[in-house]
C-alpha cells in the first residue's frame, strides 16, 4: 500500500526566509508525486507533480520539489516566503497501478511579518 | 476560479437523511473525482469517473454512491447519514483518466450532520 507522511503539522517561517515543508512517500512501485495547497474555505490548488524525467520540479508561485528516490522523499521548497504563502499544503502520491490517490495528513505554513 | 462548480455550498440534514451533491466540470474534461475532507479523517479520496465510466475506488462507503452522467457532471449520493459525514466534500475534473493530469478542484460543498 501507498502511504505519505508529511513531517511537522504547522511550519511558522518569517518573510523573507525559506520554506522548507517535508513529505516521505512509500510506494512498491513508481510514484507520482503532487503538491496541492488549500487557501482558507477554497478548494485545493495543483503546486508542482512529478511523474517522469527531471527529479527537480519548477511549480507555480516560486515553488519547486525534488524527487529523491533514494530517501522516498519529495521535499517542497521556496527560496523567499511571503505573506501570501500562508496556507496548508498536500503532498499525495499516485501510480497507475493502484488507480487511486492518497494524500499526506497536511502542514499549515504561517509566515510571520 | 478553477471552472469546476458544485452545488450546493453548504448542506445541513440530520441522521438518517440522503443528500445528493452536485459537480459540474471544467469544459473538455472528461474525469471527475470526488474527495472528502474531514477533521478526523482528513483529505480521502473516494472515487473517479471518466466519460461515464467509474476508473478507481478509494475510501468510499457502501452507503454513498456516485454516477456521472452524459453531460458530464457528476453526482455524489449519501444516505443513512451519520454525525461522522459531516464534512467538506470536494469534486475535481481532469482532462484525462491518468493521474498525470492535472485536477481541478471545484469549492466543495460543507455538509453538516445533526
Redesign the interface.
Known sequence: AQSVTQLGSHVSVSEGALVLLRCNYSSSVPP?LFWYVQYPN?????LL?Y?TGATLVKGINGFEAEFKKSETSFHLTKPSAHMSDAAEY?CAV???GR????????TRLQVQP | DSGVTQTPKHLITATGQRVTLRCSPRSGDLSVYWYQQSLDQGLQFLIQYYNGEERAKGNILERFSAQQFPDLHSELNLSSLELGDSALYFCASSEGQGWSYEQYFGPGTRLTVT
Not at chain 1, 488507480?99 to 497536511?106: D, Q
Open positions: 507520482y477554497q478548494g485545493l490548488q495543483l507533480k511523474t498536500f499516485s501510480d497507475t488507480r487511486a490517490l492518497t494524500f499526506g495528513s497536511g
